[in-house]
C-alpha cells in the first residue's frame, strides 16, 4: 500500500518569512495530491491541490509543486501570517480504478511567531 | 452547501462498552469515508463506500468495529467493545466528482 512520510513535523517561522513542507510517497500509481489544514479542534480542511499531469499550482499565497520521478511533493507558503498556524497534512491517492484512497501524512505543526 | 454533519460530537464511554456514530455527507456525494484520527496523527482510513457498496475496508479492525451506509446517504459505524486505544477523533469526509474530500467536524471518543 502507499506510504506518506511528511516533514518537518513542527516548523516555526517569523511572520512575514516563507514555510516549506515536503512529503514523500511510495506508489507510482498515486495521482492526486491534496493538502489540508487542521486547525486545533477542528476538521482537516482542504486548501490546495495537485494532480500527476502538472507540476506545480499557485492559488495566492500558496504553491504546491510535485515532482513525479523523485515521488516528493512540497507545499509552499509565502508572507506568512499568524491564521497560517496549524497542523498540516499532505496526502497521496490514485484516481484511478474507479474510487480514491488517500492516505495522508503524519502531519506538520506550523507556527507563525507575530 | 451544507457541510457533513456528524453526531455527536463528544463521547466518553468505558471499556468494552459499545458506541456508535452517525454521519449525513454533503448532497450528492457518492463516496463517502470514514476516518480515525488519534492524537498527533493523521486520519487513517476506516472504510470507503461508494453509495450503499463498501470498496475498501482493509484497516477496518473487523472484530470490533462495523459500519454500514443502508440507503446510499446517512452512514453509521459502531465499535463494540470499545478498547482504551480506540480513544480518537472520528471524522467522515464525503467527497465531491473532482475528488475533493470534504470532512465533518468529527466525534472524539474518549474511552475509560
Known amino acids: 500500500g502507499e506510504n506518506v512520510e511528511q516533514h518537518p513535523s513542527t516548523l516555526s517561522v517569523q511572520e512575514g518569512d516563507s514555510a516549506v513542507i515536503k512529503c514523500t510517497y511510495s506508489?507510482?500509481?498515486?495521482?492526486?495530491f491534496p493538502w489540508y489544514k487542521q486547525e486545533l479542534g477542528k476538521r482537516p480542511q482542504l486548501i490546495i491541490d495537485?494532480?500527476?499531469?502538472?507540476g506545480e499550482k499557485k492559488d495566492q499565497r500558496i504553491a504546491v509543486t510535485l515532482n513525479k520521478t523523485a515521488k516528493h511533493f512540497s507545499l509552499h507558503i509565502t508572507e506568512t501570517q499568524p491564521e497560517d498556524s496549524a497542523v498540516y497534512f499532505c496526502?497521496?491517492?490514485?484516481?484511478?480504478?474507479?474510487?480514491?484512497?488517500?492516505?495522508f501524512g503524519t502531519g506538520t505543526k506550523l507556527q507563525v511567531i507575530p | 452547501e451544507a457541510g457533513v454533519a456528524q453526531s455527536p460530537r463528544y463521547k466518553i464511554i468505558e471499556k468494552r462498552q459499545s458506541v456508535a456514530f452517525w454521519c449525513n455527507p454533503i448532497?450528492?456525494?457518492?463516496?463517502l469515508y470514514w476516518y480515525q484520527q488519534i492524537l498527533g496523527q493523521g486520519p487513517k482510513l476506516l472504510i470507503q463506500f461508494q453509495n450503499n457498496g463498501v470498496v475498501d475496508d482493509s484497516q477496518l479492525p473487523k472484530d470490533r468495529f462495523s459500519a454500514e451506509r443502508l440507503k446510499g446517504v446517512d452512514s453509521t459505524l459502531k465499535i463494540q467493545p470499545a478498547k482504551l486505544e480506540d480513544s480518537a477523533v472520528y471524522l467522515c469526509?464525503?467527497?465531491?466528482?473532482?475528488?475533493?474530500?470534504?470532512f465533518g467536524p468529527g466525534t472524539r471518543l474518549t474511552v475509560l
Open positions: 496526502a497521496a491517492s490514485d484516481l484511478s480504478g474507479g474510487y480514491q484512497k488517500v492516505t
Open positions: 495537485i494532480r500527476s499531469n502538472v
Open positions: 448532497s450528492g456525494h457518492a463516496t
Open positions: 506508489d507510482s500509481a498515486s495521482n492526486y
Open positions: 469526509a464525503s467527497r465531491n466528482p473532482y475528488n475533493e474530500q470534504f
